[in-house]
């Protein structure tokens, strides 16, 4: 049977260039040139899908989805905006949208957000998995009942119940920025897209950009700053398919990872067909030396283990942490809260650079030469604490939870990436 979309925008030229493009892909099309006219179609016709305006006379987009909400909840809604703004998109996406797209509208951005929104949608083209699967060693699939009980290879894939939003500023761009969080189908992926545009990017290795004091990815036009404490969440939860929708940086929160653990929470989390294996290492691998300053290693493990030292100019010092993952519980309590932290010093030429201008004294914790200048610790050792969980986001840029016990001292996201890159080549599994 074929999916019934309905389109609800007062423009005619957008309701028919929008109902011949989902025509030619084979859904059914109901119009509606407004609100009023739209609520009164849905009690003959209930559709699959709505792609609703948001600005509209009389009564808007945002009065027509407390509707459609309120009478049909199961009916998925995709938002359209010509004017929109991270505060529009979290505002929609609260009231129960379900992904958000912005004008002017695009062939390929329409037909990616319709088949996300639909059951057993997908977000890749054919060219795109192909591309995917040329440059990633994991493949997710059904397994045997005996493969199964193999414990600790493989693992049941895992998205988020529902729709869920965040606001907040971005570190270093100083941007008002926010986060979309949509479930998405198997074998998607974790996949980073603008909310002003429907382009995407993996992540993934192969789309590391840059590691100037934050991880950036980059495909094409978009890129996406400051994703490692979101990922080491993703990480630790097992979420291993998520479209989540920011804008050119994911927001520092407090500058730490707490906030990230809270909306995963407050989404749910499912269980999925299908499962993944996980990466296991079964050799040294090594960036620096370890008799010198700085290097990181992982060797072979049954947990995922990671031990950080640094030992600097005072008031940082010598510190050092150790982290056995054993769920998230203990996550939350020991690694997630740990903050960014940064100098007086390193902070002015951070903003001579074009960064950290979103740097404030509540979501870094700022250093002079004596002493922290703006809070109180956390944890003694919280600065090294706040390096594992740099470690764990970049670590799920391979795509897949690893085990494997780290050894890393005074290193950061650059020495991070290197490692991962020597893992990937030998990676055979």
């Not at 407390?66 to 996406?93: F, L, Y």
Request: overall charge negative; some cysteine.
């Amino acid at each position: 049977m074929k999916n019934r979309i309905m389109v609800i925008d007062d423009e005619a030229s957008i309701r028919q260039s929008l109902s011949d493009i989902l025509m030619d892909e084979g859904f059914d099309v109901i119009l509606a040139s407004d609100g009023h006219e739209a609520l009164r179609r849905l009690h003959n016709a209930i559709p699959d899908l709505i792609l609703l305006d948001i600005w509209m006379p009389d009564m808007d987009g945002t009065e027509v989805l407390k509707e459609i909400k309120n009478r049909w909840p199961d009916i998925k809604v995709i938002v359209i905006s010509g004017h929109g703004t991270v505060e529009t998109a979290v505002k929609v996406t609260k009231l129960g949208a379900s992904d958000y797209i912005e004008k002017p509208l695009s062939l390929e951005g329409v037909l990616l957000a319709v088949r996300r929104a639909l059951p057993e949608g997908d977000v890749y083209t054919k060219a795109e998995k192909e591309k995917i699967e040329s440059i990633d060693n994991f493949s997710a699939k059904k397994i045997t009942a005996a493969e199964k009980d193999f414990k600790g290879v493989y693992i049941p894939q895992k998205t988020i119940r529902k729709s869920i939003v965040i606001g907040g500023q971005g570190l270093h761009s100083g941007m008002k920025t926010g986060l979309i969080l949509s479930p998405l189908p198997p074998n998607s992926g974790i996949i980073f897209a603008e909310l002003s545009s429907e382009e995407k990017v993996p992540a993934r290795l192969d789309y590391i950009h840059s590691t100037d004091y934050a991880t950036t990815i980059k495909s094409g036009h978009i890129s996406i700053m400051t994703i490692e404490h979101l990922m080491a969440v993703l990480h630790v939860y097992n979420i291993t398919n998520l479209l989540v929708k920011t804008g050119c940086e994911v927001p520092i929160l407090d500058g730490s990872a707490r906030g990230f653990c809270q909306i995963i929470e407050d989404a749910g989390i499912e269980e999925q067909d299908g499962f993944i294996k996980e990466l296991t290492i079964d050799d040294t691998y090594t960036v620096g030396n370890t008799n010198s300053s700085g290097y990181i290693s992982i060797i072979p493990s049954s947990k995922l283990i990671i031990q950080y030292s640094m030992d600097s100019p005072l008031p940082l010092g010598f510190q050092e942490a150790r982290f056995v993952l054993e769920g998230t519980e203990v996550f939350k309590k020991e690694i997630a809260p740990a903050r960014t932290y940064g100098s007086v010093k390193d902070y002015g030429k951070l903003e001579a650079m074009g960064l950290a201008k979103g740097g404030r004294l509540s979501n870094v914790i700022l250093v002079d030469e004596e002493k922290v200048i703006n809070t109180s610790l956390r944890f003694p050792n919280e600065f090294a604490r706040h390096k594992i969980l740099d470690i764990l986001g970049d670590f799920y840029l391979l795509g897949r939870p690893v085990r494997g016990e780290i050894h890393a001292r005074m290193t950061g996201h650059t020495e991070n990436i290197a490692l991962l890159k020597k893992v990937a080549a030998c990676d055979k599994n």
